[in-house]
């Protein structure tokens, strides 16, 4: 690396909240950028475990090379083969983001909590920003808990949540159980299943549906910090449009076939109203910012959520996760 420090990049709050991100920005230039990072990264990974989110602006970050270097800087370990996302090239750990409609607002999730394990961290950053829209909602997972109602935070802490899920054996409404597990076996996919703390079910002989119970609320592994962590707004049949409501009661008599679904721990209902409260919440506490090409986002997936605005135009977001932490 070569020695920047005489670089002095503005380092600022991006809002007024005690749970804001935190903004650093260069001039210009990814070399530079990218040694001030190698230099400072303790200090940095310090204000990502306070603030939840670091926004790097002017370095230069839209090539998913640069990304593969920030993420050898930040994580101990990044994750290379990741199901639900596509990866921009072999042998690397950055990927694109799942496949999802332009027009629809992509609801607030922290990425794989369904899982048993599931990464600390993830890297977001700009290779090409949308025309219209498209920025990533970022909302902090201890303001959600804290502004919950008590009713809805202690059903969720002392049920917690159970993830449904029901996989074709290929691609088709989702990503097929071939491509999740990474097998066409089905004895190594409920292998996988066991050791992943799922129960499974095969329906019609080539259908798989598993269920899987997860903590709704973790503490911080680091700062010991309670953090509202799920994906319940992902997963809820409430949280799908009418339209699309109806297409899938159509398409599926049961609702054990619909494509997913979740439940509190016990199987018994999330009633709709706690799912509009819990909307609204993340609603009230997010914050979003332009992306302009070139930014990269460090985000601590326990304290952070994400969120996708609908876009026009063309928009292309590279992604690293790392870090993996067990429930």
Sequence with gaps: MNNNNN????YKKMSDS?????????DS??????????????EIENILSSAGAVLVRGGGFNNYQAVEKV????FLEALKYNGEHYPVAENTSVQRPVNYANAEFLLWHNENTFNHSFPAKAIFACELKADVGGQTPIADSREVLNNLDKEVREAFINKQVMYVRKYESHDFL??????????DDKQTVERLCREKHMSFEWVDGDILITRAVRPAVIEHPVSGELSWINQVLHWHFH????????DVKVMFEEERLYPR?????????IPNDYIDHIHAVYKQCQMQFDWQN?????????????????YKGERKILVSFGDVITY
């Design 174 to 183: 989702g990503v097929g159980w071939k491509t999740i597990f990474n097998t």
């Design 261 to 269: 679904n979740c439940y509190f721990g016990d199987g018994s209902k």
């Design 71 to 74: 993420s050898d800087l930040f």
């Design 294 to 310: 070139g930014d990269l986002l460090l985000v601590d997936n326990v304290l952070k959520a994400h969120a996708r605005n609908p």
């Design 29 to 42: 230039g990814s070399e530079s950028a990218l040694d001030y990072l190698y230099q400072h990264t303790r």
């Design 7 to 10: 670089i002095k990049p503005e």
């Design 239 to 246: 949280c799908l449009s009418p339209a699309s409501q109806e």
């Design 18 to 26: 005690p749970y804001s991100p935190c903004l650093i920005e260069f």
